[in-house]
Every structure is written in C-alpha cells, then in structure tokens.
C-alpha cells in the first residue's frame, strides 16, 4: 500500500512521523514522508499545493501529524487533496487526540493517543479492502456519522517499537517554495546537525498547563512513564551515528527523563560514552527529580547542555500548574547545575502572560531568578490554553477564553507573543544578562521592582542604563566565547551557531 505521511513543523525531527514510518515499512508498505516546513501562522502557496497534490497522485493513504496550532495548516491541506485526488485522510497527534470530533469535520479518520499499532493495523485492513471501522484507538468518519472506537492501550513496551526512519529514500522537504528530495546536506542543516531522539515516554506530574495532564485523564489506570532498555536506545545511537556522519549532537527531549533511576542512567551513560561519545543534550529536568547521582555521569558522558523548568516562583501560581516543589528546591537544583557549569550550559523556563497572576507574583518570580547564578538561557513562554488541559478549563469558565480560534489556535507560545509592560520587561532584561554569564542580583532586582523607586522613576533609569549595559556585554560575549572556539580549534559551536540563525531566516 502507498501512503504518504506529512509533517508541517519546521523541526524535521519529527519524532513520530518518522517512527511511524519505520512500522509501515517494517509491515510491507510504501512509505513516503513529506517535510512540509511551515509557520503555523503562514498558510501554503497555492504552488505548493499543486506540487504536492502532483507528488501524491498514485497515493492509497495520507497521514498528517498535528498540534492545536497547526490545525488550520492541516484543514489546508487535507482539503485540496480531497478536492483533487479523493484520497483518505489520517490525522494524528495531540490535537486529534485532544478533539477527534472537530478533526473529523475535515479528515476521514483520525488515530486517537499512540500510532504505532493503530496505524498498522488500520493500512492493513484498507490494504485488504476490508471495511470493518474497528481499529482500536481510530474514529471514522462514515457517510456523515462519527464511528468511536475504543482507546488502545499505551505501548508498555517500547522496545518493540522499530527506530526512526532516516532512510533519504522517499523523504522529501520544503525548500523555499520546492518541494525537493531529502538528501544529506539538507537534512544536515535544517536538523543543525542535531539527531532527537527518546529514552522515554509519558510523565507522571501532569502540570495543568501541559498535553500530559490530558493524556493521564485519558489513561488513568496504565503506567505513564514507559521506559525504554539501555540495549535498545544505545543501538538506535550506534546505528544512527553511523547512517548520518554529519551528527554533532544528540538531543533526549523526554517530559519524564530524570524519572530514570540513578542506576539506569548510569548504564546508560557508561555505555553511551563508550559506544556513541557525541554531545548530548537533555531535556525533562524538573527540581524534584534532579539529583547530583543523576548529573554526574550525564556529564561525564558528553553532556553539554540540560534544560530545566521553574515556570515561576510563586506559591499560589504553583498550585495552579500543579507544580509541586519549593523555591528552595530551586535554589538547590540549580545550585547542583552550577556545579559543573564549566561543562554544561543551562535553560530554564519561565512562563509569562498567567492572567491569575498579579504583579507581586511575577516579583517573587524574577526574586527567585535573580538567586540563581550565571550564566544561563532563559525561556520566556506566553502561556496558551491547550484544549483538554485544566487550565484551559479554568480559562473558559472564567471568561479569559472567548473565541477558541484567536485565543488558542491562532495564538503563538513563544517569547516574542509575550506582553512587554515593565515587571514583562525585567525578565527579558534577566535573559539578556544570563545569556552573557552576568546575573541581575537580589539587591538589583529589588530595585528595579520597589513600588517606591517605580513611582519616582528612578527604577526605570536603573533599567535603561542596565538595557544599555547589555550591548557591551553581548559585544564582549561574542568576542570571548569566539576566540576560545577560534584558539582551540573547535569550529563546530560557531558552525552550528550559523546553521542555527540560517534556518531561522529560511
């Protein structure tokens, strides 16, 4: 059977489609994906479409892969091929997790939770031209009425799972306005090098804000965290460090990483070190699951970089996004980090534009921020009411979401969304001293938020003549951290560093 996956992101990790490719092509089928790299706000040319709709003339199955904000890229799509060609249409993915009903207004079907077994399951009863609509974890869409089947279990083991699709054969990519053949070289720079993969799946914490506090309503009675063997994770590395000889890094972006024993990362780690040696960078750090017997030997495995979220440091903010932990447990975990600051560099993430929260909480935040040491990168996140969540439950009860599609689907997460009045301000002012290995101290901070001095006025000179500060410093930064590069011929951080800003502007 053919089929044709779709991924619109503008990472072309893509982490799902492309294991879902592997299980149908472990299954016999022809398979071929599409990375159709698209802001989600940025509808397809017209041109595109028409080469898409070319591309996919003798295809029996489209799959395409969504998130909230992607769904009016995906109705794009699935329209003008339906238009066009008639052919069916899968969607997967959080979104047609989250809403399989509104989904079916545009798709054929849709595969509710994890693909893996679903989707094979489903192409080989359409291969056989069997129409029974039993798939578990697939709803249809029948001559106008809607088939609920029920949810599949989650996949226990992951080690059953094949590795991700990597096969340039029959994988294409967007490239301003052509939809071209994947080749090394473009994979190279729009992955920059990187290869994202995961040593886990699910978390247990379900933040009132995050698709996982959802998906453990869903499946309240089954094991969240799944974990995978170090034997199967370590032979993926091998088996990709020798298929894709450009790889710099590689990234372990798993919500639930540092639930991993002290025991299983050290396996882990003594054998990644001796048998793949690339810098890695992982994600899934949390202040309660963060210890110095975890760090240890991420560290002295290659790891070069780790991202934690602290979201914010107010007690009553917490408990709303289920964020269970003390600003003292912050203070120590990025403390543990700092330890080995010489080695690895650092992201923490903080949310922004909470409308539950005040001015004196956003304070006690960037208080809490202000004791962490340097240097570091912060995330700054507009916060968005994901559909299922509870905060987004809350959000709607209470007025704040009125209209799902300008104030959901049409609204971006990242920092540039985020509101710039003044308290907004200082964290961006915080990022920008971090990032340089400078921090905003506590007697610092307390200025720049007194009620008083704000009232007067001089907060806010303190606060242009820091802003102006940042010039020097950024200047200074660039200077230094290029010349230790330059001096110690490693040229790889400045190389990706230009692939980085280059995929940025494509």
Known sequence: ????????????????????????????????????????????????????????????????????????????????????????????????????????????????????????????ELEDGRKSYDVAGVWY??????????LRPLIQDLDSIPFQDYDYTGHFILKSGLI????????????????????????????????????NRLWPDQKTVRKRSTDNIIRELVEMKNRLPFMERVLLEDDGFFFSTEEEIRELCGRYSAEVGIPLWVGGATPLTLTREKLAPLVDAGMEHIRMGIQTGNARMKKLFRRNYSNQKVIEATGLINEFRDSISTTYDIILDNPWEGEEDLIETLLLVSKIRAPYELLLFSLTFYPGTELYEKARADGIITDDRKDVYQRYYGSRNCARFYINRLFFLVQAYGARGRRLSPRTMA????????????????????????????????????????????????????????????
């Open 141 to 150: 869409r029948v001559r106008g009425k809607i088939i609920r089947n029920e």
């Open 447 to 506: 200025r720049l938020t007194d009620r008083t001095l704000r009232r007067i006025g001089l907060s806010r000179l303190i606060y242009i003549w820091l802003r102006g500060r940042v010039i020097i410093l950024r200047m200074g930064y660039l200077l230094n951290q290029g010349l230790k590069k330059i001096l110690s011929g490693n040229f790889s951080a400045l190389i990706s560093y230009l692939k980085h800003r280059l995929v940025q502007e494509s």
């Open 1 to 124: 059977m053919k089929i044709a996956l779709i991924s619109p992101y503008e990472n072309v990790g893509s982490f799902g489609i492309r294991t879902l490719s592997s299980c149908l092509k472990q299954e016999g089928h022809d398979v071929r994906v599409f990375f159709l790299r698209t802001s989600f706000w940025r509808p397809y040319p017209e041109e595109v479409l028409e080469q898409f709709v070319e591309l996919l003339r003798d295809t029996d199955l489209v799959g395409i892969t969504l998130t909230t904000n992607y769904f009016d890229i995906a109705v794009q799509v699935t329209r003008k091929l339906k238009e066009v060609l008639g052919i069916p249409v899968l969607w997967g993915g959080i979104h047609p997790t989250i809403r399989p009903e509104e989904c079916l207004e545009h798709a054929d079907m849709v595969c509710i939770g994890e693909g893996e077994e679903a989707v094979v399951e489903l192409a080989g």
């Open 180 to 215: 071209l053949p994947m080749d090394a070289n473009l994979l190279c720079f729009y992955s920059s090098a990187r290869y994202s993969t995961l040593f886990t799946r699910g978390c247990p914490f379900g933040c009132s804000f995050c698709c996982n506090n959802m998906l």
